[in-house]
């Protein structure tokens, strides 16, 4: 493999999420089943019906085109049509300075998202699902919503999160997913601050925190996942402070470490979660009393 610089590009590579790195390439699924396995049009090669397909809970792709498979590092080499140390060179996560819109996906396709309802969050499991997360409902409440949705003519609900182009970040105690199309969300402050976060359950955890105290003046970015850090940049750049919270992993390390590099304005705030892999863990399990549980608002 060579020196230390590679073995620490090799893992965060390997650790990337594929949906999120094929988002950043501008390849969307056709359909979704089970709502985990993610269909596509090979991006190897030319097909008009979907046979490529990744596993999210394995990190795993397959194309049946080609009867090949494995994980990101062997899709991006052969994307890239280069070795691995050509391919560890390139720094592929951030070498796109502008990532491509994630197109909406027809409505009737296959095992595709089908939002049939967005409200406010009524859900007695999914106020169970937040109290176990340490989420006060009237946090919640502010940011998001609850979204009726199908998958192959099944029913589900969950917790949503908007994002800046319409679609949704789906989660609740069995399901993490995503409705067209994938996007960054901005909430623009009245200061000159903003924080950053990779998912919504972090920053919901330091709205949390924050219950009781002044408000803030900080705008604040989601990302819904580290692969679109660069298309939330032009956002950032705009402030003259840029407080990450991303989690404490390969990839959280490498774009904690790539943003500081970018410009001092960038700032490691990871401090505040010491000991656990985000915020939202930290949360859980540090001596913070549990939200209590209200039906109702």
Known sequence: MGGPWQNGSYNRLRSLDLVDYL?????????????????????????????????????????????????????????????????????????????PAVDILPQQAEGRIVLNAIERIHSGALIDYLHDRHIPLAVANRYCQEAHYEISGRRYFAIAFGNDEGGYELRNRFFKGS???????SLPGNGSEVSVFEGFMDFLSYQALMLGKPAEKSSFVV???????????????????????????????????????????????RALFSGAKDLNQWLMSAQVPKTRRFRRL
């Open 223 to 269: 990302l819904n996942g580290a692969a679109l850090f660069e298309r939330a940049r032009p956002f950032l750049d705009r402030h003259e402070a840029i407080r990450l919270y991303f989690d404490r992993d390969a990839t959280g390390d490498h774009y904690t470490e790539y943003a500081c590099r970018l410009n001092e304005k960038y700032r490691d705030e």
């Open 23 to 99: 988002a950043s390439l501008g390849h969307t699924p056709q359909y979704v089943r089970r709502g985990f396995e993610y269909w596509y049009l090979s991006p190897l090669r030319s097909e008009n019906k979907p046979s490529f397909k990744v596993n999210r809970l394995k990190n795993r792709w397959f194309d049946f085109g080609l009867f090949e498979g494995g994980d990101l590092i062997n899709f991006a080499r052969r994307y890239h049509q280069c070795s691995l140390r050509e391919l560890l060179q390139k720094d592929i996560d951030t070498a796109q300075t502008q990532l």
């Open 179 to 185: 409705s067209s199309p994938k996007a960054i969300t």
